[in-house]
């Protein structure tokens, strides 16, 4: 059997789903909103307020804060300041997709 590096890693992004980490349920849960593994493709995690699904987060492929933080803690939070930089008119807009990303991964 012949699989190359690429197609491994493209099946176990596309195909491995995300795990859900306590930092983001709890952050969720003080938000008001709840939290599943995303059904959109090459989406991390469903956003739902009131059963009804309002945003789909984070990119499969790309770490977060919860993902560095496990990786290197000190090199976690400088990730976090600089995706707060690079995301900053995304994240102000309460209720978009970029907002609960920036809230719940970050």
Do not use: C, Q
Request: proline letters at 3%; zero cysteines.
């Amino acid at each position: 059997m012949n699989i190359s590096f690429l197609s491994l890693f493209s099946y176990l992004i596309i195909k491995m789903p995300y795990r859900i980490s306590s930092y983001t349920k709890s952050k969720a849960k003080r938000m008001g909103v709840d939290v599943r593994p995303s059904t959109r493709k090459g989406k991390k995690i469903d956003v739902f307020k009131n059963g009804k699904k309002i945003a789909s987060i984070g990119a499969l492929g790309y770490d977060d804060f919860t993902t560095y933080s496990k990786k290197n803690s000190v090199k976690a939070k400088e990730r976090r300041r600089l995706y707060h930089i690079r995301h900053k008119r995304d994240s102000v807009r309460k209720g978009s997709p970029g907002y609960y990303a920036a809230k719940l991964l970050w």
